[in-house]
């Protein structure tokens, strides 16, 4: 059973950094797209930085930057480090596992964490 379970978030100030982490178990987990996406209240769910299988990376243009995603294999866990955190930045962050092809749309995702939520203050 494939499981992704995130952490990290929580509460800062404009301008402040958060490393979010995301726990994988129960697949080969190198060979799946892995991304971040965030949804915001009232707003659909958007990507913000994905990894594909070969360890090419995208970004949404309103974090290039800013935001950085990485992997360590060894320990099943997909990271993103987010500096200069923007109140806009504020929505609760996913953490996603697929078979792309293009590892970025929602509907290339199979498998889902439970979400962890960011606040950045004015």
């Known amino acids: 059973q494939v499981q992704l379970v995130e952490s990290g978030g929580g509460s800062v100030q404009a301008g402040g950094s958060l490393k979010l982490s995301c726990a994988a178990s129960?697949?080969?987990?190198?060979?799946?797209?892995m991304g971040w996406f965030r949804q915001a209240p009232g707003k659909e769910r958007e990507g913000v930085a994905a990894m594909d299988s070969d360890g090419s990376t995208s970004y949404a243009d309103s974090v290039q930057g800013r935001f950085t995603i990485s992997q360590d294999n060894a320990k099943n866990t997909l990271y993103l480090q987010m500096n200069s955190l923007k109140p806009e930045d504020t929505a609760m962050y996913y953490c996603?596992?697929?078979?792309?092809?293009?590892?970025?749309?929602?509907?290339?995702?199979?498998?889902w964490g439970q979400g962890t939520q960011v606040t950045v203050s004015s």
């Open positions: 996603a596992a697929g078979d792309g092809p293009l590892c970025w749309y929602p509907d290339e995702y199979n498998y």
């Open positions: 129960g697949y080969t987990y190198s060979s799946y797209c």
